[in-house]
């Protein structure tokens, strides 16, 4: 399997390159810096410069030939709000029009916990705007013909996987660390039931393989 | 006709309630602050005082009755790019679903110039964001069943109005008196052609009657 990891020099993606090719699996990795590049080319990893910013047909040539794109880019908590509208909104939106256009079905997309109408309404003022942006790149998603899967993970942390973990539509929030995240996204891609679902992942008791292949949306 | 004018307070707002109300038909003002309320009062327009970052239900108990919703609210250019995203997309799409909830069918955006994905990447980096939210809006407007008008207005001044104008889906851009958009406004929700039309509006030399008449988009 050939996955686009798209804000690969994320934490997260960091993890996941790591274990698609720990796993016999191809990741290109899609990172903003050619500096960014040694980590990725270390493990086997292709690598893609290229910038969310960029036009939709950029990010279509980096996507193109793989089997599935994970969107897990984030603005990050230094920025500006414009950079929430440019890449927590309008970046993902462009990637998933890149993967329609590259002819990529798989798509998964990392959200926030809690994407939902009422979420953005009690939302404290400086983080409604991206939970706003959250919602309408989850709702654009949602209304693709894409074989999408929509984590919405807890609070995350750097401390080491556990391989365990809650996932559902209703669990309730919790810590998770990232790498157990990482290892989600690549069971989920592994379990053609994630396909159309959309859950939370915190932290838990659950064995991952065990958690995704039986999780409700 | 009754016509719920969502962000009143603004200037093609204060023009087109007073136009509403001239030719007798019935203005509702959705405005922020009780303070604002006295120039719509004496106009003969009803009064809601509400706020585009309350819950759609609090936006739909406005619009209960109305024929028409007008969307003329902006975030306004000295707000940050916070404001871009609750008030110019989420408060947006927020007033369509408000309508849906309603009942109400007949729904025009204001809209920008230009909210085409090339406007986005052309866009000076400062600006970008708000063309993001605007395209957003749009496009979130026409997935709807309601029967919509978006009018993307060229540079807005306040010199008075002409009642001449040139509209269409690829007329340059130009400058164009609020006066004669809140004409167009008007006339649009007059003219039943005009529904599910997307175009263009700059001073040109045409009346707004005819243009709005003939207009494609």
């Known amino acids: 399997m050939n996955i686009l990891v798209v804000g690969a020099n994320g934490q997260i993606g960091k993890h996941l390159v790591k274990l698609i090719q720990e796993n016999g699996?191809?990741?290109r990795a899609?990172?903003?810096k050619q500096e960014q590049a040694d980590y990725f080319k270390d493990l086997g990893a292709e690598v893609t410069v290229a910038n969310l910013e960029d036009?939709?047909?950029t990010i279509a040539?980096?996507?193109?030939?793989?089997?599935a794109v994970v969107f897990t880019a984030g603005s990050g908590g230094s920025t500006g709000k414009d950079k929430t509208l440019m890449i927590d909104l309008d970046g993902a939106v462009k990637t998933i029009q890149a993967a329609e256009k590259a002819n990529v079905k798989r798509f998964v997309m990392?959200?926030?916990f809690d994407t939902s109408r009422e979420a953005i309404q009690s939302a404290p003022e400086s983080?409604?705007?991206y939970v706003v942006a959250k919602h309408?790149?989850?709702e654009w998603l949602i209304d693709t013909d894409l074989d999408y899967t929509i984590i919405h993970p807890g609070l995350l942390t750097n401390e080491p996987g556990t391989n365990q973990v809650n996932?559902?539509?209703d669990v309730e929030r919790g810590e998770v660390p990232r790498e157990d995240i990482a290892k989600v996204i690549y069971t989920s891609l592994k379990n053609d039931t994630t396909i159309g679902k959309s859950f939370r992942a915190v932290g838990g008791e659950t064995p991952i393989e065990e958690a995704v292949q039986s999780v409700n949306s």
């Not at 040539?61 to 089997?67: F, K, L, M, R």
């Open 61 to 67: 040539e980096a996507a193109e030939g793989v089997d």
């Open 55 to 57: 036009e939709v047909d």
């Open 127 to 129: 983080f409604a705007p």
């Open 25 to 27: 699996d191809q990741a």
């Open 136 to 138: 309408y790149a989850d």
């Open 110 to 112: 990392i959200s926030s």
């Open 167 to 169: 996932l559902g539509a």
């Open 30 to 32: 899609f990172i903003r």
